[in-house]
C-alpha cells in the first residue's frame, strides 16, 4: 500500500523580504543577477512536525524551468513545535526574470509524510 503526503493545516511559509543585488563580482556573467529571499515556516498545526527537505520549480521568463530538490533546508532539519517557527535566507542567481514556487516536506509526530507549499512569487530585474 503507498504512502501518501498530508497537506497538513497549520503550517504556512510566508516570503519576509525578497533583494535584488546585480553584477556583484562573485556572479556568473550569464547570471549576473541575484535574489536574496528570506523565509519563514510557522507551525500553526496541532503536532511538531521536522522538515526533512524542499523542493523549488524556477519558471524563467524565456518559458525553461529548473527544478532543485534536496535534503535538508539551508543544510538544517527544521523541528518545529507547534507555535514555533523557522526563519532562514538563501539565493537565487539569474540572467533572466523568473517566477518560483516550491514545497517543504517531512514528517509529523506520528511518522505521517507532510508539506506545506512555498507561495509563489517573482523574481524580477529591475528596469531602472
Do not use: C
Amino acid at each position: 500500500m503507498a504512502s501518501s503526503t498530508l497537506e497538513l493545516p497549520g503550517l504556512r511559509v510566508e516570503l519576509d523580504k525578497l533583494v535584488y543585488r546585480h553584477g556583484a563580482a562573485e556572479l556568473p556573467p550569464d547570471r549576473p543577477h541575484a535574489f536574496i529571499y528570506y523565509l519563514t515556516i510557522h507551525n500553526k498545526a496541532d503536532r511538531t512536525v521536522t522538515f526533512l527537505g524542499r523542493k523549488w520549480v524556477v519558471e524563467h521568463a524565456d518559458g525553461t524551468q529548473l527544478v532543485i530538490e534536496g535534503d535538508g533546508i539551508v543544510g538544517v532539519s527544521p523541528r518545529l513545535a507547534p507555535g514555533e517557527h523557522f526563519s532562514y535566507n538563501s539565493y537565487h542567481i539569474s540572467g533572466m526574470n523568473a517566477r518560483v514556487h516550491g514545497s517543504f516536506h517531512g514528517v509529523d509526530e506520528h511518522g505521517t509524510r507532510i508539506f506545506v507549499r512555498i507561495p509563489r512569487f517573482d523574481l524580477e530585474i529591475p528596469t531602472e
